[in-house]
């Protein structure tokens, strides 16, 4: 297999790769994220995934990998805040629910393409206005879509979790791994990306 590229500058998904013992370089995208507009969560994230990774591919040769994660409780996105005050709201509507993460994967090679994605359901406990206000202080929220790290002090606010943790910290391994396997064996003609997807 071709040394991986991967389409991201997120640390995160750097130290996952890096735990799985996958070596790679990184190639920022450099992709406009659009609005979700008339479309399916997972369709978007995966649509999203496979921009990135298509960018790249037009400046580096390899096999690329490109992700897209995307936060949705009670029908509203929760995307990265741009202020403390967002971060704030978007933790209020967390507390004391359940949301999901939808991460869409994409492999691109030449002319081959493998999308994907995987979707993980996260209750939140709920939240008093003190422990939200600790929590900002403590400056995590900010780069982190839905304002929370599941992987560093957000642990703390998660009551329960359906699916995959690494998902939630915006890599599913176990759903990249399976799709590697299945890039190397499948070679020949191109795969068209899937377009159908739960909500």
């Known amino acids: 297999m071709s040394r991986l590229v991967l389409a991201s500058q997120s640390p995160r998904r750097q130290q996952l790769l890096r ?38 591919s037009q400046k580096a040769e390899g096999l690329i990998l490109a992700a897209d994660t995307i936060v949705v409780c009670a029908g509203r996105v929760l995307g990265k805040p741009s202020s403390a005050d967002e971060a704030r709201r978007a ?19 030449k002319e081959r393409r493998l999308v994907d994605y995987e979707r993980t359901e996260v209750a939140f406990r709920s939240l008093s206005n003190e422990e939200i206000g600790r929590y900002l202080a403590a400056g995590e929220p900010m780069d982190k879509a839905g304002s ?8 703390a606010l998660i009551r329960a979790i359906r699916g995959c943790y690494t998902n939630v910290i915006g890599l599913p391994l176990p759903k ?8 190397q064996r499948r070679g020949g003609p191109p795969r068209r990306p899937r377009t159908s997807g739960g909500r």
Do not use: C
């Not at 979700?36 to 496979?50: M, P, Q």
């Not at 599941?150 to 642990?155: K, L």
């Not at 990249?176 to 890039?183: T, Y």
């Open 91 to 109: 933790l209020r509507s967390l507390s004391g629910r359940w949301h999901s993460v939808y991460t869409g994967l994409a492999l691109v090679e």
């Open 148 to 155: 929370y790290a599941i992987q560093g002090e957000g642990a």
């Open 19 to 56: 735990a799985a013992g996958i070596e790679f370089r990184v190639v920022i995208p450099g992709v406009e994220e659009p609005r979700l507009v008339g479309r399916r969560y997972a369709d978007h994230a995966r649509a999203l995934a496979l921009a990135k990774a298509v960018a790249v």
């Open 176 to 183: 990249l791994l399976a799709m590697l396997v299945g890039f």
